[in-house]
Nanobody, 120 residues
């Protein structure tokens, strides 16, 4: 059974930092790409992705502020978020897929999400 379990969300003031974690189990972790998405309204927006070889990519809105990383030994994905803005407030989802993790339709597995609220 595939599980992606996010943690680390919560309230934070603008300009502050948070680190999200995602513990993965139940699939071949090392061969899948992983990513973070967020949802503030109806649409789920891609935030960052990391391929099985460790290469990373970011949405323009978070580039330079967020860093995605993973620890293969722990089967855990991270998202370090710095210089947070009120518009970063959202439900953040961990995701995994076989090929592309910068596209909603490339995702095979989703976590349940963790909420971040950035106050000004």
């Amino acid at each position: 059974q595939v599980q992606l379990v996010e943690s680390g969300g919560g309230p934070v003031q603008a300009g502050g930092s948070l680190r999200l974690s995602c513990a993965a189990s139940g699939y071949t972790y090392s061969s899948y790409c992983m990513g973070w998405f967020r949802q503030r309204g109806k649409e789920r927006e891609w935030v960052a992705a990391i391929d099985s070889d460790g290469s990373t990519s970011y949405a323009d809105s978070v580039k330079g502020r967020f860093t995605i990383s993973k620890d293969n030994a722990k089967n855990t994905l991270y998202l370090q978020m710095n210089s947070l803005k009120p518009e970063d407030s959202a439900l953040y989802y961990c995701a995994a897929g076989p090929e592309r993790c910068d596209d909603y339709y490339g995702i095979a597995y989703w976590g349940k999400g963790t909420l971040i609220i950035v106050s000004s």
